[in-house]
């Protein structure tokens, strides 16, 4: 509780993906050491959580990806477009995402 709201403790526990169902690893389907990846980082990172824009996926997938920016680039368009598709306008993912990704 030192240095993490309790809001932001109750999004990464509620983490969740809105592309799967996140009980495997997306890419190799192993069921152990099983992490979440945000698909927006950095002041992004909670809006990923709150809208499910997160992927499950094994620790050796994960540290694989981490720097795959091919595989971060097609993530992020793949949630601007499920955003305009479910939640809103571009203007509206504009106004809480703040860049434009497609
Ligand atoms: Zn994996």
Not at 58 to 79: A, F, G, M, P, V
Request: aromatic share 20%; glycine share 4%.
């Amino acid at each position: 509780m030192k240095n993490k709201s309790y809001k932001l403790a109750k999004l990464e526990r509620n983490r969740y993906s809105v592309f799967h169902d996140g009980k495997k690893c997306y890419l190799c389907n192993s069921e152990y050491q099983l992490t979440w990846d945000e698909i927006f980082k950095g002041r992004n990172r909670k809006n990923s959580m709150q809208y499910g824009f997160c992927i499950r996926l094994c620790l050796t997938c994960h540290r694989r990806i981490n720097e795959d920016y091919d595989y971060i680039n097609y993530w992020q368009k793949k949630s601007q477009e499920y955003f305009e598709t479910h939640y809103g306008s571009r203007d509206d993912f504009l106004s809480i995402f703040y860049k434009n990704y497609l």
